[in-house]
């Protein structure tokens, strides 16, 4: 298996629900990122690792949680949502310290929160 | 401020026609790079093609050139002969800076629709 995948594909959560996003990457990257994409509004950087070390954290609530076990695999852990963290929820590998290495994305996880 | 700025929510260009999808900056920092992605009805962000601060040249890819004019802080990818397959939001984003990883600014897209 090549690229990038995020499972599941769709994932629907009650407000009082735990669930984990899942990203795998097979292309030998070093750097993985979480994006949210809601509906009319620009992809919003979420987190970023760089070997396996969180980098970026652009004031994102304490309900989501990331985690990057290794360089291969990122998680994006959620816990008490709010209807408004409805979205598409994108992940993204890159390799560091290439800056022409463009992100790599997966197909999504499309999130309703009700 | 906003970084990326992308003027046009929705396009249209009959099939084998060109178009142009208009994208301007913002940044003040002399090293940056501009990426182009399509993303279709399905979801995935797909890359297509890529412009660095300091190349010369226009980048090209196929059916797709960037047409780069940094002293108007202007991106604007140029996609010829269109076809239906083209149909799809396509987003401008920026990186600021030349090391570690590549931290993408987007714009709000342009939706793009091909009519045969």
Redesign the interface.
């Known amino acids: 298996e090549t690229g990038v995948t995020q499972t599941p594909r769709h994932l629907v959560m009650g407000m009082t629900n735990k669930k984990s996003l899942k990203c795998e990457q097979h292309l030998g990257h070093n750097a993985m990122y979480w994006y949210k994409q809601s509906a009319k509004k620009p992809l919003e950087l979420m987190f970023v690792y760089s070997l396996e070390e969180r980098v970026e954290n652009n004031s994102v609530p304490s309900r989501f949680s990331p985690e990057c076990p290794n360089s291969s695999h990122l998680f994006l852990h959620l816990h008490t949502l709010q209807p408004e963290d409805s979205a598409l929820y994108l992940c993204a590998s890159s390799l560091r310290s290439s800056y022409n290495s463009p992100l790599h994305f997966g197909n999504g996880t499309r999130l309703t929160v009700t | 401020a906003q970084k ?1 700025t992308q003027t046009q929510p929705g396009m249209f260009v009959q099939e084998k026609e060109a178009v142009t999808l208009d994208c301007t900056y913002d940044t003040s920092d002399p ?1 940056y ?1 501009l ?1 182009w ?1 399509k993303q279709p009805s ?6 297509l093609i ?1 412009q ?1 601060s300091y190349d010369q040249q226009n980048a090209t890819e196929g059916r797709y050139s960037l047409n780069f004019q940094k002293a108007r802080k202007s991106a604007n990818l140029v996609i010829s002969a269109s076809q239906l397959g083209d149909s799809a939001m396509y ?1 401008c984003a920026m ?1 600021e ?13 342009t939706r793009l629709a091909v009519h045969p």
Not at chain 2, 42 to 47: D, N, P, R, T, Y
Not at chain 2, 97 to 109: D, E, H, Q, R
């Open positions: 990326i090293s790079g990426f992605y399905s979801g995935e962000m797909i890359f890529y660095g987003f990186r800076g030349s090391g570690g990883y590549n931290k993408l600014i987007f714009g709000a897209g």
